[in-house]
């Protein structure tokens, strides 16, 4: 059998401790905001995209590398961490995941996309069932950095 492999975003969003998260209606798990990259599109402004239509907020990507002007090249915000996601038996995504900011804990997503969002402090984030492994290290980090 021959894997597929999309590439995805995902946004660890932070606002005063905590997190956003929503339950996949699939999956069945608590995941950050996030989806697919289209055609042609970079992979930040799909996090734009993404965050825009599943909570209705207008983040500010948190950009880990120094700025220094790199003339006529246009510098890029690199991913926190970039993660190979079995989805499937023979799909996988390449995740691209981001953190931000935000200042507020206010949400308008649109309709017909995430359902159920909710802000998770680091405590509940630890004893939250029906979340991967992946998404607490990354949220838990972002907690920390992003205080």
Request: hydrophobic residues 40%.
């Amino acid at each position: 059998m021959e894997t597929t492999r999309e590439f995805t975003v995902s946004i660890i969003i932070v606002y005063k401790g905590k997190v956003l998260l929503h339950m996949h209606k699939k999956m069945n798990k608590w995941l950050p905001v996030g989806g697919h990259i289209e055609k042609n599109e970079l992979p930040e402004d799909a996090a734009l995209r993404q965050v825009k239509e599943e909570s209705g907020l207008d983040v500010a990507l948190y950009n880990p590398d120094t700025q220094i002007d790199m003339g006529d090249s246009r510098r890029l915000i690199r991913p926190m961490r970039i993660l190979l996601e079995d989805i499937e038996k023979g799909h996988q995504h390449i995740d691209s995941v981001y953190y931000a900011t935000i200042n507020s804990f206010t949400l308008c997503p649109q309709s017909g996309e995430a359902v159920e969002l909710k802000w998770f402090a680091a405590e509940e984030i630890n004893t939250l069932a029906n979340v991967p492994k992946n998404v607490k290290i990354c949220a838990l980090e972002a907690i920390g950095l992003l205080k």
